[in-house]
């Protein structure tokens, strides 16, 4: 048991998916995984091991942002032994040909976050999938006919920037999306030796205004969980 996790040994599988909200994670528990126990309800972060196709897989949310999610993943990582963890999550579209409920491989995870100037000292580390993962992910996708987009994404620690249009700056280099958890995944990953991927759904788009309800986005980006279950 660690701080923030009430797993006994052995409850946790070595591969967790970890949606931000913990009502996702009981959505996904419910609608997908045989034999689902609940492991986890400290403060009411939920957390649900089962299988899915005979794989052993648990399913924990991690809450908003780098902060919390670094530290549910710290502690599945160093308490419980887990070896691959997929984000799977929404993110608002940066650029025009993105559409909303577009499905995102994040290859990489540029950030604002302090959390790699505090490990690297000033320099700068590129918070990066693990290709076997990216890989079998792409694969898995083509198999299935999910049109997906691969590449650079945004890890922010402001939902609310009080400068509205900084988001511009990164989609005048490409990057796809922005979220708030992805790089802190990628840098835990590469410290501790494990297999990391992000897996996005299009929630909102910062050029055309569109959004999806917070109803939709528990429940209905199924194509994004599908897909990492498969992965799995």
Known sequence: MSIHIAAKAGEIAEVVLMPGDPMRAQYIANKYLQNATCYNQVRGMFGFTGTYKGKRISIQGSGMGIPSFSIYATELITSYGVKK???????????????????????????????????????????????????????????????????????????????????????????????????ALYTLAAKHGIQALAILTVSDHLVTQEACSSEEREKTFNQMLELALETA
Request: proline share 2%; hydrophobic share 45%.
């Open 85 to 183: 963890i997929m984000r799977i999550g929404s993110c608002g579209a940066l650029l025009k040909q993105v559409n909303i409920r577009d499905v995102i491989l994040a290859m990489s995870a540029s950030t604002d976050s302090g959390i790699n100037d505090r490990y690297f000292q000033g320099m700068t580390f590129a918070p990066t999938a693990s290709f076997e993962l990216l890989n079998q992910a792409y694969k898995k996708s083509q198999e299935l006919k999910i049109d997906v987009k691969v590449g650079n994404i945004f890890s922010t620690d402001l939902f609310y920037d009080h400068i509205p249009d900084s988001w511009k700056i990164w989609a005048s280099f490409g990057v796809l999306a922005v979220e708030m958890e992805a790089a």
